[in-house]
């Protein structure tokens, strides 16, 4: 069975999926490296509502930004000035909620 939350609502709802993964990886800052391996992970899939299908969320181009023509230049003046990453899932959230919100 599975499971989505439904993280934003309007005239694009996205839904998520979370499960847990091992990955190993290494975080480094200024002074320090630390590397991990087989850290336990909560990883979220997003997914958006096709024909009442979901469907995961792999390209922010071919997918989102032909739902959100009628507010391109809103959306790619809020990108720029944000300097969002659109294959970031934080920063895809973000351009999401900017959108539905306006």
């Known amino acids: 069975m599975k499971f989505y939350e439904l993280l934003l609502s309007g005239e694009i ?6 499960q847990l993964i091992e990955k190993s ?10 590397v991990f391996f087989n850290k336990k992970l909560i990883e979220t899939q997003l997914y958006l509502n096709d024909n009442n299908t979901l469907v995961k969320l792999e390209d922010f181009e071919t997918q989102l930004h032909p739902l959100m023509k009628d507010k391109i ?5 809020y990108i720029i000035s944000k300097q969002l990453d659109i294959t970031s899932k934080v920063d895809i959230i973000m351009i999401i909620e900017h959108y539905n919100n306006h």
């Open 25 to 34: 990886y290494v975080n480094r800052d200024k002074n320090t490296v630390e």
């Open 13 to 18: 709802p996205l839904y998520g999926k979370s």
């Open 73 to 77: 230049k809103v959306i790619s003046n």
